[in-house]
């Protein structure tokens, strides 16, 4: 596949994100299209590409939730070389691979983001935060699997 296209998806998915995918929450929760657009580029691209588009990536998550504190970019970059080094190991040839390891990233993505913010102070029940993870993490792999299939990656 060729790699402007992938690219492009980082951007298109962070515009998406705070924009069209509002309209599809279920139960309060919406996908992680960036974060599927980081798995994305860092399986197809190469490692300056994919670790420069990721931060890039976590820095627009960042601006548009309002973080005072760049967690999203460091997480990002973080994700994509985890991605990158296990490819190079492990064949992440099907899709439903693929989406197993986006489920698995956005399960990790959202432990650190909640230890972070009981760091900051910000505390919510531990019953409706396991639900609202495994949710999130959930509804963004199932999603994944759409983005796979109509990007005809294979």
Same mark, same amino acid.
Request: proline content about 2%; charged content about 10%; hydrophobic content about 65%.
């Given at each position: $596949? ?17 924009? !069209? ?5 279920? &139960? ?7 974060? =599927?657009? *980081? ?7 190469? @490692? ?11 820095? @627009?998550?960042? =601006? ?14 973080? %994700? ?6 296990? !490819?190079?190991?492990?064949? =992440?040839?099907?899709? #439903? ?7 698995? *990233? ?6 650190? $983001?909640?230890? &972070? &913010? %009981? /760091?900051?102070?910000? /505390? *919510?029940?531990?019953?409706? #935060? $396991?639900?609202? *993870?495994? @949710?999130?993490? #959930?509804?963004? !792999? @199932? ?12």
């Amino acid at each position: $596949m060729r790699k402007n296209p992938l690219l492009a998806t980082i951007f298109v998915a962070a515009v998406l994100q705070v924009t !069209a995918v509002n309209h599809f929450k279920i &139960f309060g929760i919406k996908p992680d299209l960036i974060l =599927i657009g *980081i798995v994305l580029v860092s399986l197809f691209c190469d @490692l300056k590409l994919a670790l420069a588009s990721s931060i890039i990536a976590g820095a @627009l998550k960042d =601006i548009y939730g309002a973080s005072a504190f760049p967690i999203n970019s460091i997480l990002s970059g973080l %994700w994509s070389l985890l991605v990158i080094n296990l !490819a190079r190991r492990v064949s =992440i040839d099907i899709n #439903l691979t693929r989406a197993v390891l986006v489920f698995i *990233i956005a399960i990790l993505n959202a432990f650190l $983001m909640m230890i &972070f &913010f %009981w /760091y900051l102070g910000t /505390y *919510i029940a531990f019953g409706i #935060l $396991m639900r609202i *993870i495994f @949710l999130d993490s #959930l509804y963004t !792999a @199932l999603l994944s699997l759409l983005v796979f299939k109509i990007l005809k990656i294979k």
